[in-house]
Nanobody, 126 residues
Framework: QVQLVESGGGLVQAGGSLRLSCAAS????????MGWFRQAPGKEREFVAA????????YYADSVKGRFTISRDNAKNLVYLQMNSLKPEDTAVYYC???????????????????WGQGTPVTVSS
């Protein structure tokens, strides 16, 4: 069982930056792949970024590639999403997720994750 708690969301102007954090409970955090998803009002949840358990592979949605960076600290049970050059279309609730699958097919799909946080809202003003 893994519990996830996101933090770091807020209001930022377009072009600004935010860093989201996700704190995970449990001693087996390092065995899980971690992902970030987001859901804008009236839209379906979409994949943002993912990182495998060993920190060796990362995956990004085309819409955030080059602007967002996912990283993890297995010693501290934390995963981060550094978001730069934010755009109004990045406005959404951002969710952290944990799963035991590997490979891009599973890590870029919400069905590849077993545990979810409650989400943290990000609003980017124009």
């Amino acid at each position: 069982q893994v519990q996830l708690v996101e933090s770091g969301g807020g209001l930022v102007q377009a072009g600004g930056s935010l860093r989201l954090s996700c704190a995970a409970s449990g001693r087996t955090f390092s065995r899980y792949a971690m992902g970030w998803f987001r859901q804008a009002p009236g839209k379906e949840r979409e994949f943002v970024a993912a990182i495998n358990w060993s920190n060796s592979n990362t995956y990004y949605a085309d819409s955030v590639k080059g602007r967002f960076t996912i990283s993890r600290d297995n010693a501290k049970n934390l995963v981060y999403l550094q978001m730069n050059s934010l755009k109004p279309e990045d406005t959404a609730v951002y969710y952290c997720a944990a799963g035991t699958y590997s490979g891009s097919y599973y890590l870029t799909n919400s069905r590849g994750y077993d545990y979810w946080g409650q989400g943290t809202p990000v609003t980017v003003s124009s």
